[in-house]
């Protein structure tokens, strides 16, 4: 009987056969290679390749093993039929995901509903990683000498993905102290399996949902988390509060999430809060990792300037591709508020903000569409409108003073009541600290009605007679905007005295991580809604799909679901499922991605897309060489 095939896992030792032909003999346990460190012997161009947040991340990946070990157990026990594996029954599917399907558990050592994430280790859906990654990432490993053998596509890709979910175990296993995210539990894996199993807190709402029939609508799962005289304002209000907390936590931890949207927030009955989740896309500032790098500040900074994320809720600043405007983005965590801004609006108002035919349509309208249309005198709606959806990322309010705006009622309450405020009272309570700031506002409006130019710091600076009865951004007074939401001032003290004054610090906001699960969103979520045994009902309502890329260069390697693919079958070949080679060099790499051919290339829509974003004045409908090399430059430099 031949010996099973072990297959790689989480924690590398458990299968070091699996690796090892591709491995310097003895090699295996030898220090991570740095960038710096590299030696002039490999002949590749790649090992001159600049370092990125995801390289540094990689060249420490022992430390981050080290961190996720505790909760990575091995599979002991698990039965044919996949109804149980170690300690936990599974039950029916809750959803699926771009990588892996969810399904409720029961574990029978916590007594308690889980949620179990199933990943296969060989990535199914094949867009997943693009021809130009994967070979980037063999190159990468050659380069660096972890590998010394050609690596086939297929073996490449599952390795990538395995390197994809430590990092989202490691985010998770830091953000396991607040019920305002969705906490990891364990993960499960071994030589022979062919997934990798996380397991969460269940929550039993599912994800927000947001679209309705009538705007004026009101959820069933709303109901259940908002009990009591459930309105549209009052439930964006608890959103907008649990998620204030939330961004709060992520920003004491370093954190910058980058994929805030309704299907990412999941809502929890029970603890009647809503939490968030999906740790994919995030990153951490390189003061908040247990690692240094000469070059990391920049490759965050680099990092933070990618477009990655679910395009309708990407800030405006990351949307100015192509152009001088770029590399804006020095605050990641204002990206977050902003996305939090654009998922209020859908509550509030059953559409997306900006929404165009593609991608690069609403990266357009992000950066150019007023809402001023959609102020309404609605305290909410206006405060979303006018401070998180403020299209100048200086002026847009930041985690801390919204924090400190929003929740500082909830402080004054602990500190009034003497009764313990749980994280659960907090949230059963009728009154929140937003609804409280809310009404305190319109009190305070009446109170001040005659006041020219009222600078109240229960807005972070806002304008209150602005904010509360004009209907024109116009009439914002952005000065008073800027200076009050860039410092805290004493007069907020007012509102906050019981609050601490300084938030945790991150000493600067440079830099990020590639996240090595690029994939362009709509081509993915196609091929991938057709690939997956596990169909489930997921609402059509919150579901947009994350581009976890930082570019639209997949959609040139990717031609699989491009029209002319459709049309012809020919071009099997070209696709990712069928990836099985092996690369010397990096003009081996600039061939194979040539062999696909401008030609085909021009029955890519994205390419069209792209061509019109970056130069509206061309209106032609065909694409030159000259286009695909704008386009591959771009996405190199992305
Ligand atoms: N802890 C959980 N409790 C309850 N349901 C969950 C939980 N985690 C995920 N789900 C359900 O499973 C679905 C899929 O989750 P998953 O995290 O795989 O994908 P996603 O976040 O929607 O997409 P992607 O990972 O592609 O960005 C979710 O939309 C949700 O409905």
């Not at 699926?96 to 060989?122: D, H, N």
């Not at 305002?180 to 894996?189: G, S």
């Not at 998922?343 to 990266?363: A, I, M, Q, R, V």
């Not at 830099?511 to 057709?530: A, G, P, V």
Request: hydrophobic share 30%; proline share 4%.
């Amino acid at each position: 009987m031949s010996p099973r095939q072990l297959i790689p896992t989480l924690i590398p030792e458990w299968a070091p056969l699996s690796i090892q032909s591709y491995m310097r003999e003895g090699d295996s346990d030898s220090p991570p290679v740095t960038p710096t460190s590299q030696t002039s012997s490999c002949s590749s161009s790649f090992s001159s390749q600049k370092p990125t947040y995801s390289t540094i991340v990689e060249d420490n990946m022992d430390i981050i093993l080290d961190e996720i070990r505790p909760y990575v157990k091995k599979i002991t026990a698990s039965e044919q039929n996949k109804k149980t594996i170690n300690q936990y029954t599974l039950g029916a599917s809750a959803g699926s995901g771009q990588f892996g399907y969810v399904r409720k558990a029961y574990s029978s050592t916590l007594g308690e509903v889980v949620a179990v994430k199933i990943i296969p280790k060989k990535p199914w859906n094949a867009q997943q990683f693009s021809v130009n990654q994967v070979m980037r990432q063999i190159q990468l490993w050659k380069s660096k000498g972890k590998i010394t053998k050609n690596m086939s596509g297929n073996e490449a890709m599952r390795l990538m993905n395995i390197e994809k979910c430590r990092w989202e175990i490691y985010v998770a296993s830091r953000l396991r102290d607040s019920a305002h995210i969705v906490q990891l539990i364990e993960c499960l894996d071994s030589p022979f399996s062919e997934s990798i199993w996380i397991v969460t807190k269940w929550c039993n709402l599912g994800e927000l949902q947001w679209r309705r029939e009538n705007n004026e609508d009101i959820l069933p799962q709303w109901k259940k988390l908002l009990t009591s005289d459930c309105t549209v304002s009052k439930f964006a209000e608890k959103i907008m509060e649990d998620m204030t907390k939330g961004l709060q936590y992520l920003y004491s931890q370093g954190c910058v999430h980058r994929d805030i949207k309704p299907s990412n927030i999941l809502l929890d009955e029970n603890e009647k809060v809503a939490k968030l989740s999906d740790f994919g896309s995030c990153i951490f500032t390189p003061q908040s990792l247990p690692f240094t790098d000469v070059n990391f500040a920049d490759c965050f900074q680099r990092e933070l300037n990618k477009i990655v994320g679910t395009p309708a809720f990407i800030a405006p600043e990351l949307c100015h591709l192509g152009n001088s405007k770029r590399d804006f983005v020095t605050d990641g965590f204002k990206l977050d508020i902003w996305s939090l801004g654009v998922t209020l609006y859908c509550l509030l108002h059953n559409e997306l903000p900006f929404s165009g035919d593609n991608e690069f349509e609403t990266y357009h309208k992000i950066m150019e569409l007023s809402l001023s249309s959609k102020i309404n005198g609605n305290t909410l709606n206006d405060f979303v409108i006018k401070r998180l959806l403020e299209k100048d990322v200086n002026l847009r309010i930041d985690i801390q003073n919204l924090a400190k705006i929003l929740l500082c009622d909830q402080a004054e309450h602990s500190k009034n009541s003497k009764q313990p405020l749980s994280s659960n009272m907090i949230h059963i309570r009728n009154e929140g600290p937003v609804r409280r700031f809310f009404d305190r506002l319109l009190t305070k409006k009446g109170k001040k009605k005659h006041t020219e130019k009222v600078k109240d710091n229960t807005f972070g600076s806002i304008n209150i007679n602005s904010a509360v009865s004009s209907h024109t951004d116009e009439d914002l007074d952005k000065e008073a905007f800027a200076t009050t939401v860039l410092r805290s001032s004493p007069d907020s003290s007012d509102y906050c005295s019981s609050l601490e004054e300084e938030a945790v610090q991150v000493t600067d906001f440079l830099d990020t991580f590639c996240r090595s699960s690029e994939s362009l969103h709509n081509m993915n979520l196609n091929n991938y809604k057709q690939n997956t045994e596990v169909r489930t009902e997921k609402s059509d309502s919150s579901s947009h799909s994350s581009l976890k890329i930082p570019t639209p260069i997949k959609a040139v390697i990717r031609l699989k679901d491009s029209p002319k693919k459709n049309q012809n079958k020919g071009h099997t070949n070209s696709s990712p499922n069928k990836l099985s080679f092996s690369l010397t060099n990096g003009s081996k790499e600039r061939h194979t991605v040539n062999s696909v051919g401008p030609r085909k290339l021009a029955h890519s829509g994205n390419i069209l897309n792209f061509k019109a974003y970056i130069n509206p004045a061309k209106s032609d409908t065909r694409e030159t060489v000259e286009d695909v090399k704008t386009y591959l430059n771009f996405a190199e430099d992305g």
